[in-house]
């Protein structure tokens, strides 16, 4: 099978690999010359043949609706458009709608797997039409891992980054107990080799996982972690999740804490915390730090 493929960073150009290894055809671009295989979008879509299926894998946002707009432009009736960008579920019903009356069919991918999915593959979760989405399962069944779990057909258009927003969700709460877990043992006086019981965990236990594993090698490469600031940023699917939260009335008390304690991590000295500080001076007398 023929895909087009825009944007060969470090999840598309790995991707780009994986898929060419499985056999078929990547015409690729990006506007780093050194990792495109064509000059412009026009030249990519002349390689193509049709019904086109091209793959958008840009930073969320105004990059890839002015990529999906340029697209439509250049291509044909029942050719396919895939965006596997981390795009906000609500603007994908609005794409497709935009797109029907050309004839251009739509899906939206959510992708998993990092840097680390051209060897382990790809959890996929697809929003679109089935026969659409049947049309391009040959990539699909490229990108996910071997065996039968790593791809979902969530739902209608908007469904497949729905569910890599809450995917994500769920990663912050993880990451977040985590974090927590390791520094109530760096702060404990009993335990005098943290890293040796993180490798612990790592087989036999319930709270197993690749975060797990992941914090396993960070912590072999750097065993206190003092090369890091502990500053987190967050791309806005954590943000999603809450809103949804408080959409839906679903408590969410962990993803709530996680993508805030994100925010507090930006902070060298929380204005927040100050107020307390000085409450607690007030009604109680407390000791400050000044």
Known sequence: MQLGLIGLGRMGGNM??????????????DHNADKSDVGNLAELVEKLATPRVVWTMVPAGKITEDTINELAGLLSEGD?????????????GPRAERLKPKGIHYLDVGVSGGVWGITNGYALMVGGDAEIVEHCKPIFEALKPAGEFGFAHAGPAGAGHYAKMIHNGIEYGMMQAYGEGYEILLASELVHNVPAVIKSWR?????????????????DEDPTLENLKGYVEDTGEG??????????????????????????????????????AALRQQFGGHAVKR
């Open 80 to 92: 396919i458009i895939i965006d596997g960008g981390n795009s906000k579920f609500t603007d994908d």
């Open 239 to 276: 943000r999603w999740t809450v809103d949804e939260a408080v959409r839906l009335s679903v408590p969410a008390h962990v993803l709530a804490a996680s993508i805030f304690t994100r925010f507090e991590s930006r902070q060298d000295d929380s204005p927040a915390m100050k107020a307390v």
């Open 16 to 29: 780009r690999e994986r898929i060419r290894a499985a056999g078929h055809e990547v015409v690729g671009f």
């Open 203 to 219: 087989e036999g236990s319930v709270v197993k996982s690749w975060l797990l594993d992941l914090l396993d090698r960070a912590l």
